[in-house]
């Protein structure tokens, strides 16, 4: 049984590929831009907490997926959760592709996974292909989560029509998700910081 639990774990970090957002911590995160400390803050209850639902909303460059990994590393070394981090196109691709027998991962086994993390964050929801497949793929997973209360986050930079209704109905439940829309600037587009030479840092 553990062994299968280890292998569940590795899985999911594998999935993940949380390799290149190493740097994106709380530590990290400047949570000094007007507009993105009461993400930060709820961002930060949530995951010492995993319980129901956060949803970031705000605009590209907001900080909303740096918030979104370090919750899932947090979850991952301070809870010991397993967790599965995933950008929805990527997702939805992913799944697709295990309708291939030759990939050697069956499609059923592959999404049950999905539905049933024990930690789920999904990054940049609205902006998949909407085809029907994928509307009804989606809603699957947010009703399975939703009706089992497994804890979930999710971001977007859309507006609420790009969001299936049905998944959108579930999301906005005041009754299990924590909702904070972040009304903050662009990072990318902020002024570099220049060296604060003889500060000693």
């Not at 930690?119 to 509307?135: H, S, Y």
């Not at 999301?171 to 924590?178: F, N, V």
Request: one cysteine or more; proline letters at 4%; a neutral charge.
């Amino acid at each position: 049984m553990r062994d299968r639990e280890n292998r569940l774990v590795e899985d999911l970090r594998k999935l993940s590929n949380l390799d290149s957002f190493a740097d994106r911590t709380f530590d990290s995160f400047d949570a000094s831009v007007p507009g993105t400390d009461d993400a930060y803050e709820a961002a930060v209850k949530y995951a010492r907490n995993p319980h129901g639902w956060l949803f970031l909303h705000g605009n590209c460059g907001t900080g909303k997926t740096h918030l979104a990994v370090a919750t899932a590393f947090y979850a991952m070394e301070r809870q010991k959760m397993s967790v599965l981090f995933a950008v929805v196109p990527d997702l939805l691709d992913h799944l697709r592709a295990t309708f291939d027998p030759a990939n050697g991962v069956a499609y059923d086994e592959r999404f049950t996974t999905v539905r049933n993390a024990q930690l789920l964050i999904l990054d940049d929801l609205g902006t998949e292909n909407t085809t029907p497949w994928a509307r009804e793929k989606l809603y699957q997973i947010f009703n399975h989560r939703y009706n089992e209360n497994l804890p979930t986050v999710v971001t977007s930079n859309q507006d609420f029509k790009r969001i299936e209704e049905r998944v959108l109905s579930r999301i906005l439940d005041t009754r299990l998700t924590t909702y904070v829309h972040i009304d903050a600037p662009d990072y990318r587009r902020r002024p570099a910081r220049r060296p604060e030479y003889g500060s000693g840092r």
